[in-house]
């Protein structure tokens, strides 16, 4: 018989951010509004949710190995949801930050061309694919968060 393992969770998901700030992309690091929940679902139970909201038209991506992206805006407020890869994600004036497929994938992209002139520039660098989630919100709309 399985049993659920003993983890700590924080209260709120905090995640990296592709925002704009003054015209200009930035990366800040977000603790979203919606907390962790226990769930009571059949399979599930006792493990934790936080409801991201209502989402748009869903893709998945397959981003060839050491591809650059280039500067480019976010097209829509998005979560991205790397699977495997890394991602490398630079903004003027602020260093880069690495973004590794897994667990800690998730981020949040929200610097589209209504915010932010210029955009951020995304390289893969790895020697693998990188696979990718790509989730609107719902009316391109910035979710509820607070800047740590």
């Not at 995640?15 to 907390?35: F, Q």
């Not at 699977?83 to 903004?91: E, F, I, K, R």
């Not at 930050?97 to 390289?123: E, N």
């Given at each position: 018989?399985?049993?659920?393992?003993?983890?700590?969770?924080?209260?709120?998901?905090?995640?990296?951010?592709?925002?704009?700030?003054?015209?200009?992309?930035?990366?800040?690091?977000w603790?979203?509004?919606?907390?962790?929940?226990?769930?009571?679902?059949a399979?599930?139970?006792?493990?934790?949710?936080?409801?991201?909201?209502k989402?748009?038209?869903?893709?998945?991506?397959?981003?060839p190995?050491?591809?650059?992206?280039?500067?480019?805006?976010?097209?829509?407020?998005?979560?991205?949801?790397?699977?495997?890869?890394t991602a490398?994600?630079s903004?003027?004036?602020?260093?880069?930050?690495?973004?590794?497929?897994?667990?800690?994938g998730?981020?949040?992209?929200?610097?589209?061309?209504?915010?932010?002139?210029?955009?951020?520039?995304?390289k893969?660098?790895?020697?693998?694919?990188?696979?990718?989630?790509?989730?609107?919100?719902?009316?391109?709309?910035?979710?509820?968060?607070?800047?740590?």
């Amino acid at each position: 018989m399985a049993t659920n393992p003993s983890h700590s969770k924080p209260p709120y998901p905090n995640i990296t951010a592709i925002s704009a700030k003054n015209g200009a992309s930035t990366i800040e690091c977000w603790r979203l509004a919606a907390p962790f929940k226990s769930s009571t679902e059949a399979g599930v139970s006792g493990a934790s949710f936080a409801q991201l909201g209502k989402a748009g038209s869903t893709s998945y991506a397959l981003i060839p190995a050491k591809f650059d992206g280039g500067l480019h805006n976010a097209p829509i407020v998005q979560y991205v949801a790397f699977l495997s890869g890394t991602a490398v994600v630079s903004v003027p004036d602020q260093p880069p930050v690495t973004i590794k497929g897994g667990k800690d994938g998730l981020i949040i992209a929200a610097d589209t061309a209504a915010v932010s002139k210029q955009g951020h520039d995304t390289k893969y660098p790895s020697d693998e694919e990188t696979t990718a989630i790509q989730i609107p919100t719902a009316d391109g709309k910035v979710p509820p968060h607070t800047v740590l």
